[in-house]
């Protein structure tokens, strides 16, 4: 079943591909069906448990649903279908729709392959399907393609060639390749190898989920890619990185008797991730890089809580990876409606979108409050079930990081806010529609999603205790929650939902209060034409307000700023450039230094003879 | 049987003796017997490589002497499975260049034939021969070819570029020679297989002499680091079917030759660290060139130079993994590399620099020949689910079986150099605008039809390297028994 | 011939043959023009040729012929060298010719056969 | 004795025949001395009891060889290095 | 700099080859040290008398223990002649128009006429004695070479005609793999005697060793003419 749902997606990708040569209609057919009819196949014919076995080149690959995978897979199925309903209005009229829906395609079956492996061989072949289909899609709008792609391509290849080289070690050592014999044999690999082996597998985990000092190629790739594939890109796929470094943590490093110092620097790198992203999201002035970063952001807290390992934590973590999934497609998916519509996404071009889009709005606005992590919705939830996590482990300073990151993380959700939809309406945006109705109702059904997590977040709670339990946690009977103290003094989840009512009710009184009255009595000012000092500004000179929004916050974080991790990856990349163009002058091009050289390596060898050869 | 090993010299010489005569009466024969006969060759490989596999080596004897005293060809699993890979490619690259001539002359097409024959024949020698001075007389057909082919378009780069070729080749036939003569004198004996008997008898000083100078004029031909300065610049500037002939034939013959004389005629243990170490600086000195490069076709050259280096390094092994593996890289190589420089060939037809930028925007203006160059790319850096991902994962295994782990860091590091510039190239066809106003040029039926069976082939052995493996599995054990191979060679009668 | 005068022709031979070889390969790593490279290789060619006969004399061996002279008991010299170097004269002859017919392309192409002028194929 | 010293004269000749054709200038008598190369080491080989390889050689070195690089230099340039560059020059100011 | 490094790489190099040759040691073949090591030598020596009843050891050596490999030779000198056409090729071919080294005196030409025909029955008797006495397919190919050079240098105007080279060079050929693939029609190996031995030293003796050597020397006759045809064909602007 699995064998065919895969391959099912794969022809599919083929055929659609094909297809869409004909006619794009057919191809826009074509590609909806190959995405939903696997995807319920998948919903309703596998079942946890099931295996498959394949053998290819001597190799057993073993294919099988686990309760952890399922999370993960609900993920990636219902974010693909969403975003493939999404996908085929969003990409009308652009170029290159065929190799969009054919790389959209494999993208899923790469990341369900990933799921579904329970043997690092084919857990690698669908990790690096994953990787170049989603690197097709991020240079597809043909943008800074040799920077962004090849950052993301090289980034990626050092983690799956670290992944690569992780395996062969273990399966020359243990003797198999199958993801269960190697975790449970991990005690009698050696102790390099013991130490070896993880951070491989953390490096190649950590590229996918933009762990920090592997992040740089995030926010451009985020950003570059077409937004209806960055919600997978980012919803989903950066998600298989923490699927691979739950497995790692739980089995690996938990085995290691130094497995609390990795655990502690991983969980520090995450929360330094979560605030230096949160810090670059708030100076991003276009929607896409500000989304990217703080995606990056995001991760990072997902990352604590997987470092960290505590049921709480662990719970806290797969919660945010789930609802991050939902929201940060929502939020993706409002952009790429913003420019779709608008054809932009800079903030300081647009301004006060909310009543022409005023769906795409609510949606945003949902989506955002979940991000901040404002109570009601599923975001606080899963931060606050973190910073309990936390402290219960007495990580006291790592607590405050992330509670700054968080704090910080309203600027950029206001500045997202603010910047699209709010403030004056421009005349040059008056022709602006709401977004086509299978664009909307995909982010919508995701926006109502986190409010829905967000308010019965039990609902969760109980596919994610079973993950837990498959991967070694005790047992907790459903009850998990019952550590968080957000759930035990104030009884029973249940009463989240008057808060909930409440706060509801007050946000509902001040939208409609604002939509009567909001616009009365204020009078249109172009916001482009501000005049200071007797100078007078340029035409082309954009003087909105909007430029340099967080100007005195950015003059704070400065030095923060100024070290840009990127800038000294550029400076090695440039410095090894130079080696390699000095050293390929070793083929100077005159046929005699060819023959010199022939000689030289025959005197070498003469004179060392006794040394090679006794 | 439908035929014997010596057919695979025999028929092509008689041919190429014939060719002239046919040209007279018919002309249009100088241009389809070679296909006919490489076709046929290709029918005996097969049905020979079916008949080894089950009944066990071939080893023909020539001129009435058995082998201690006459040449002997040798057909085993081994050196088969090397025959079968360059006939099949000897094939494809004569299908494609078949239409690619029509408007040359009658003459220019003969020798043009004439010489890609005798290249794959000279080529199909090396592996077959069990004799090492026959060995030299082979390499030196080959090479003389070579040298032609290389040289055959009218500019003067070619012709340079076969100067350098000739200059390196002829000190590798100086240096052969020299070996040979070291082995003879000491031995008295020719036979591959005889030598490898008594090579314990050797004085340990000749022994280390001549196989440094066997290491020397080998290594030349297979492009090793330090002696392969010609090799990129014929590469380039040979015509592009016989740049795809060059890495998918005559280097593969070089590595067989190296690689007979590694693993069954010496039995020097320090050898297999010397193909360790040569195979690491091969790999690494021509991927960080192939970085900087600005003609397409030279920068394939060396990502072939540097994918040699790893068949040594997987030789270098020196487990029966690492042969698979080596041999597995060498098959997809034969595979891929054709592929690459065929579709690239076509992509900068028209430009007169033949730069890397020549090929932004392809996409549009030739999505097959593009679609086709980026399959091979993703195969060659070993992407999975495309052939050469298999070759890459059974060889890190056979490295990490040996406990290599800082090699297997540097390859896949190297790997990474490999992948940026393919990927470069990838993104300049379909994701940057058409720069240059030089059209595509549409690639002829036969090349189609040669280019879509190489993707084809890619994608087989991709999703099911089952299908190859059994003969890598008898051509990997058939080098390693060299028991076997003295046996059978040695007690070799007239069939 | 004397027998003692052997032991210095051991040395003489091989020495000259060794000696010329390398002249020859001084010749095609050093000189500048493509024709002294050419004439460099052949004569290294020579040298090769000379040690390879060199290697199958047998002092006081007779040619390997027997022709009706031959009085059946007399050492013959190795004639397996000498059909070796045979096979490598005239291939020798072949590659001289291509080399050569090289040459004189790259002269109508460079008018010049100085070896540094002629890298247009570089790194 | 005598067959003794005439090989020791043959091989300094082929020695000192070798390294004039290494330093001349004038790539014809260079040549010309190669071709005396050939031919000292035809006498050699017929000293050497190798009668076929003798006639060979002298065949093929001494005349062929000779006379196809005696075309060459006819077909390019007389003198080594330095004054090809000056007529190169020259051509290319022509 | 180059110097110096060149002189001490082939210094280096030179010692070793030189100590290794030293060691084996002169005139004493075969240098065989161990008594387990049967020569291949005294096998041909014995055969060549005692089957193949060929007087020369050189030519049967050549044409039948390894006759593979001359085969491969008559090859590489076969398409040295086809390389060297396409190398040097121009699309219009003035026949005629050729380099001229020397003008001919009246007494070369007239000596040249002369000599031709010596040279070339000289140059048959070679290679139709090959088999017992020293000399053979390739000694006298070259010697008829050495022919029609002579004729080309003191002719300006005489030519060879391709046509007639080439059907030559090709026949010679395929009597050779013919004859060849004959003895492996007839039961036997690539290449074997097939035909009788006769006697030693007598002109028809050896099987098909002399049948393969006068194909082998008109091939390289025809070879060597057409290298030469071709370069001397080959005029170059002239400078200066």
Same mark, same amino acid.
């Given at each position: ?41 998948? !919903?309703?014919?596998? &079942? %946890? @448990?099931?295996?498959?076995? #394949?053998?290819? *080149?001597? =190799? /057993?690959?073993?294919?099988?649903? +686990? ?118 044999? !991990?005690?009698?690999? &050696? %102790? @390099?190898?013991?130490?070896? #082996?993880?951070? *491989?597998? =953390? /490096?190649?985990?950590?590229?996918? +989920? ?123 998916? %409002? ?266 390596f025959l005197a070498l060898l003469l004179l060392f003879r006794v040394n090679l050869f006794g | 049987m439908v035929g014997t090993p010596v057919l695979f010299i025999a028929i092509p010489l008689l041919a190429a003796f014939l060719i002239p005569l046919t040209g007279m009466v018919w002309k249009e024969s100088v241009r389809i017997i070679p296909g006919l006969i490489l076709a ?55 299908l494609y260049s078949y239409r690619f001539k029509s408007n040359v002359e009658y003459e220019a097409a003969r020798k043009y034939f004439l010489l890609l024959m005798m290249l794959v024949t000279g080529s199909v020698g090396i592996v077959l021969t069990g004799d090492i001075f026959n060995m030299f007389v082979f390499i030196e057909i080959t090479g003389i070819s070579g040298y ?348 | ?63 390997p012929i027997f022709s009706p002279g031959y009085n059946g008991t007399q050492a013959m010299v190795d004639p397996i060298p000498q059909a070796l170097v045979l096979t490598a004269i005239v291939i020798g002859f072949g590659v001289t010719a291509v080399a050569l017919s090289l040459v004189i392309r790259l002269w109508r192409h460079h008018h010049t056969l100085y070896i540094d ?7 | ?94 | ?240």
């Open positions: 079943m699995i064998t065919l749902i895969l391959l099912l997606f794969l022809g599919g990708a083929i055929v659609t591909w094909l297809g869409g040569k004909l006619s794009p209609i057919v191809g826009d057919m074509l590609f909806l069906v190959t995405i939903i009819v696997p995807a319920g196949m998948f !919903f309703t014919g596998v &079942t %946890v @448990g099931e295996v498959t076995h #394949i053998h290819a *080149l001597g =190799l /057993t690959l073993t294919w099988g649903l +686990s309760p952890l995978s399922y999370l993960f897979s609900m993920i990636v199925v219902g974010l693909g279908i969403l975003l493939a309903i999404y996908a085929v209005p969003f990409m009308k009229g652009k170029q290159k729709t065929g190799a969009f829906y054919f790389n959209f395609t494999l993208s899923v079956m790469a990341m369900l392959g990933i799921l579904v492996s329970k043997d690092w061989v084919s857990f690698f072949i669908f990790w690096e399907i994953m990787t170049w289909s989603s690197y097709l899609m991020v240079i597809l709008n043909g943008k800074d393609v040799q920077r962004v792609g090849i950052k993301y391509f090289i980034f990626s290849a050092i983690g799956a060639y670290a992944m690569l080289m992780a395996m062969v070690v273990m399966n020359s050592q243990l003797g198999s390749f199958l993801m269960a014999d190697t975790f449970n044999n !991990f005690q009698h690999l &050696t %102790v @390099g190898n013991q130490i070896l #082996i993880p951070i *491989l597998l =953390l /490096t190649a985990f950590g590229v996918k +989920s933009a762990m920090m000092p592997l992040h740089v190629w995030a926010p451009d790739a985020y950003s570059n890619a077409p937004m209806a594939y960055t919600g997978l890109f980012s919803g989903a796929l950066s998600k298989m990185g923490i699927y691979g470094m739950v497995l790692v943590m739980v089995t690996m490093i938990n085995q290691l008797p130094e497995g609390t110092l990795i655990r502690d620097i991983i969980a520090w790198i995450g929360g330094f991730t979560a605030a230096a992203a949160t810090l670059w999201a708030i100076t991003q002035d276009d929607g896409k890089k500000l989304l990217a970063w703080s995606s990056v952001g995001q991760m990072g807290y997902i990352i604590v809580g997987v470092a960290i390992g505590t049921p709480l934590a662990m719970l806290a973590a797969l919660f945010l990876v789930v609802v991050h999934a939902m929201f940060k497609g929502s939020l993706f998916m %409002v952009v790429g409606a913003i420019e779709k519509q608008t054809g932009t996404t800079d903030f300081r071009e647009i301004n006060g979108l909310i009543r022409k889009m005023p769906w795409t709005f609510i949606s945003a606005l949902i989506s955002v409050i979940a991000l901040a992590g404002i109570p009601p919705l599923a975001g606080f939830v899963s931060k606050w079930m973190l910073y309990e996590a936390l402290i219960q482990n007495n990580n006291y300073i790592l607590v405050i990081l992330l509670f700054f990151a968080s704090t910080a993380g309203f600027l950029y959700c206001y500045k997202f806010l603010h910047g699209y939809f709010l403030g004056q309406e421009e005349p040059e945006w008056a022709h602006v529609k709401e977004a086509p109705v299978t664009m909307v109702v995909p982010m919508l059904l995701l926006a109502i999603g986190t409010f829905v997590l967000g308010t019965f977040p039990q609902l969760l709670f109980k596919p994610i205790d079973s993950a837990l339990q498959y991967v070694g946690y005790d047992a907790t009977g459903g009850h998990l929650w019952g550590q968080s103290i957000l759930f035990s003094e104030w009884g029973d989840v249940v009463t989240l939902q008057p808060i909930l009512y409440a706060v509801l009710a007050v946000f509902v009184f001040f939208a409609l209060f604002l939509w009567f009255k909001g616009t009365k009595g204020t009078r249109y000012v172009s916001t482009k034409d501000i005049s200071s000092s007797g100078e007078l500004p340029k035409e082309w000179e954009n003087l909105t307000f909007k430029v340099n929004f967080m100007q005195p916050f950015e003059r704070v974080i400065e030095p923060f700023l100024k070290r840009q991790i990127d800038k000294y990856y550029t400076a090695f990349g440039n410095g090894l450039e130079a080696l390699f163009e000095f050293t390929r002058r070793i083929y100077t091009g005159n046929g005699q230094t060819y023959a010199i050289y022939a000689i030289l | 046929y060759l290709l029918v005996l490989a097969i049905n020979l490589l079916s008949y080894v596999t089950v009944n066990g080596p071939i080893v023909e004897v020539i001129a009435g002497w058995a082998p201690p005293i006459g040449i002997n060809l040798v057909f085993n699993a081994f050196s088969g499975f090397l025959v079968t890979i360059m006939v099949f490619m000897g094939l494809l690259v004569w032609a082919l290389t040289a055959f378009y009218t500019g003067r780069d070619s012709a340079e570029a076969s100067f350098k070729y000739l200059i390196m080749g002829s000190i590798a036939s100086v240096f052969l020679l020299l070996a040979i003569m070291i082995i003879y004198s000491q031995l008295g004996t020719l036979n591959m297989a005889d030598v490898a008997s008594k090579m314990h008898l050797m004085d340990p000083k000749y022994k280390a002499v001549s196989f440094i100078l066997f290491v020397i004029a080998l290594g030349i031909e297979a492009e090793v680091f330090p002696l392969n300065g010609w090799a990129p610049d014929a590469y380039a500037e040979a015509p592009g079917p016989v740049g795809a002939a060059f890495s998918g034939i005559v280097v593969k013959a070089a590595v067989y030759a190296l690689i007979r004389y590694t693993y069954t005629i010496f039995d020097l243990s320090g050898a297999f660290d010397l193909l360790i170490i040569v195979g690491l600086m091969t790999l690494v000195i021509a991927e960080v060139a192939a970085i900087r490069q600005e003609k397409l076709k030279r920068m394939l050259a060396y990502s072939s130079i540097g994918q040699m280096g790893l068949v040594f390094v997987s030789f270098g092994i020196g487990t029966k993994e690492g042969v698979f593996a080596a041999l597995f890289i060498m098959l997809n190589h034969a595979i891929i590399k054709p592929l690459l420089f065929f579709s690239g060939s076509y992509l900068v037809y028209h430009s007169k620099k033949k730069t890397i930028s020549d090929v932004d925007g392809m996409g549009k203006l030739a999505p097959f020949t593009s679609l086709l160059f980026a399959l091979g790319a993703f195969s060659i850096v070993g992407l999975p689910p495309f052939a050469g991902f298999w070759s890459k994962l059974s060889f890190l295994m056979a490295a990490a079986d040996s406990n290599m782990l800082l090699i297997i860091g540097l390859i896949l590091t190297v790997s990474v150099v490999e992948l940026v510039y393919y990927m470069r190239v990838v993104n300049r066809i379909f994701f940057f605008k058409r720069a240059s106003h030089l059209l595509a040029r549409r690639p002829t039926f036969n090349a189609y039809i040669v280019m879509s069976v190489l993707a084809v082939l890619i994608l087989v052995i991709g999703f099911y390297p089952d299908s190859v493996s059994t003969y890598l599995h008898n051509a990997a054990n058939s080098l390693f028994d060299k028991s076997q191979y003295i046996h059978s060679v040695l007690t070799a009668t007239i069939q | 011939m004397d027998s003692t005068y052997f032991q210095y022709l051991d040395y003489a031979v091989y020495g000259t043959a060794v000696l010329v070889m390398l002249i020859g390969l001084y010749a095609a790593l050093v000189k500048k023009s493509l024709l002294k490279i050419v004439i460099g290789l052949s004569i290294v060619d020579s040298g090769l040729n000379l040690l390879i006969v060199t290697l199958g004399y047998i002092k006081g061996g007779t040619a002028e002629i890298k247009n194929l570089k790194w | 004795m005598m067959a003794f010293i005439l090989i020791l004269i043959l091989l300094a000749l082929m020695i000192a025949a070798s390294v004039y054709a290494v330093r001349q200038k004038d790539l014809l008598y260079a040549v010309i001395a190669t071709g005396i190369i050939s031919l000292v080491l035809s006498i050699l080989f017929y000293l050497l009891q190798a009668p076929d390889v003798a006639l060979t050689e002298a065949a093929i070195g001494v005349a062929l060889t000779t006379i196809i690089f005696v075309i060459t230099i006819r077909n390019t340039v007389r003198m080594e290095d330095e004054s090809d560059k000056n007529k190169n020059i020259k051509s290319a100011a022509k | 700099m180059k110097k110096i490094l060149v002189l001490l790489l082939l210094a280096v190099v030179g010692f070793y080859t030189a100590e290794t040759f030293f060691d084996i040691g002169f005139g004493k073949a075969p240098f065989v040290k161990s008594s387990e090591i049967k020569p291949v030598k005294d096998v041909y020596l014995h055969q060549t008398v005692q089957e193949l009843k060929v007087a020369n050891a050189v030519t049967s050596i050549v044409v039948n223990f390894r006759g593979f490999d001359t085969l491969g030779e008559v090859t590489v000198l076969f398409l040295s002649v086809t390389a060297l056409g396409s190398i040097l090729y121009k699309k219009r071919h003035h026949v005629g128009e050729r380099s001229v080294l020397f003008s001919a005196s009246s007494i070369v030409t007239s000596g040249s006429k002369l000599l031709f025909p010596a040279i070339v029955l000289l140059g048959a008797y070679v290679f139709i004695h090959g088999h017992l006495s020293p000399g053979g397919g390739f000694q006298g190919g070259v010697i008829i070479a050495t022919g029609f050079l002579l004729m080309l240098l003191a002719y300006e105007n005489y030519s060879v005609s391709h046509k007639g080279l080439a059907i030559v060079e090709s026949l010679a050929g395929i009597t050779f793999a013919g004859v060849g693939l004959l003895g492996f029609m007839n039961g036997g190996t690539f290449l074997q005697n097939f035909l009788a031995t006769g006697t030693l030293n007598d002109l028809f003796s050896g099987g098909i060793i002399p049948i393969i050597y006068i194909a082998v020397g008109f091939k390289v006759a025809a070879e060597l003419t057409g290298v030469i045809y071709t370069v001397l064909n080959e005029k170059g602007e002239q400078h200066g």
